[in-house]
């Protein structure tokens, strides 16, 4: 009994190469992606937040993620709880 050869990606048939790409990319892009936060974004931030803006609201207001927004605001104490 043998064992089958699985082909390289250059041995590969042309209707198998789709299976080698990766996956396209879903998530929209952030314009502000890991940028550094300034003093008015946090100025922005603690204003939404004191307005109690949903997450979403604000990530998309500072060109952010929403996970960015979430931690930044739990590191000036803006969020009490996983609720917001």
Known sequence: MSVPQIPTPSEAAPSESFMLRPAPRTLRTVERNRAPWTADD?????????????????????????EAVRTKAYQLDRLTGPSL
């Open 42 to 66: 946090l100025d922005r931030l603690c204003d939404l937040m004191a307005r109690r803006r949903p997450i979403r609201e604000i990530a998309d207001t500072l060109g952010r993620t929403q």
